[in-house]
């Protein structure tokens, strides 16, 4: 059975930093377009960044790139997102997704949340000013 297990969420102040993880079991990681996206408080589900099968990133959202850094590390079967110099834009609750697709519908698809079949359960990420 697939299971993503996220963890790593916390409060931190501005500028401060966080990486959050994502165990991957039940199926052949090295199978599945994965990403990170963020719920933040009242608004709707947004893409932050995802990778491919092969662990090429497809997309960052552009309010985190420069800031933010996903990494897919096959060894492990973990997903991890390094985030730096957070904001308080962005609190949010953090979810890994996966969706067992090849790389080019990885790349073309990889922004939308109904590309992703299986959700971690979300960790919850508070920055204050």
């Known amino acids: 059975q697939v299971e993503l297990v996220e963890s790593g969420g916390g409060s931190v102040e501005a500028g401060g930093s966080l990486m959050l993880s994502c165990e991957v079991s039940g199926y052949p990681y090295e199978s599945y377009c994965m990403a990170w996206f963020r719920q933040p408080p009242g608004k709707g589900r947004e893409g932050v960044a995802g990778?491919?099968?092969?662990?090429?990133?497809?997309f960052y959202a552009d309010s985190v790139k420069g800031r933010f850094t996903i990494d897919a590390a096959k060894p492990s079967h973990t997903l991890y997102l390094q985030m730096n110099n957070l904001q308080p834009e962005d609190t949010a609750t953090y979810y890994c997704?996966?969706?067992?697709?090849?790389?080019?519908?990885?790349?073309?698809?990889?922004?939308?949340?109904?590309?992703?079949?299986?959700w971690g359960q979300g960790t919850q990420v508070t920055v204050s000013s």
């Open positions: 997704a996966s969706a067992k697709i090849g790389a080019s519908d990885c790349y073309s698809r990889s922004r939308s949340a109904n590309t992703y079949t299986t």
């Open positions: 990778v491919t099968p092969g662990g090429g990133v497809t």
